[in-house]
């Protein structure tokens, strides 16, 4: 069973929700705590740029 308390399991889980998940598995995802984690998920470089992108416009927009 998975226990998203366990910082290495939570850390797992998001990185296989932004990998694989459906748009509905992403809106679950808290983006304070994805942007804060996105640099040690070692998402693939494509991924981490695109995400990285999105989150930096969420500022950018106020």
């Known amino acids: 069973m998975l226990d998203l308390e366990d910082p290495?399991?939570?850390?797992?889980y998001?990185?296989?929700?932004l990998?694989?998940?459906r748009a509905e598995d992403v809106g679950t995802l808290n983006l304070d705590e994805v942007e804060a984690?996105?640099?040690d998920l070692n998402l693939p470089p494509h991924l981490h740029r695109l995400w990285k992108m999105y989150l930096e416009s969420r500022h950018a927009q106020g």
């Open 8 to 12: 290495f399991q939570r850390r797992w």
């Open 14 to 17: 998001i990185r296989q929700v």
């Open 19 to 21: 990998l694989h998940g």
């Open 37 to 39: 984690l996105l640099d």
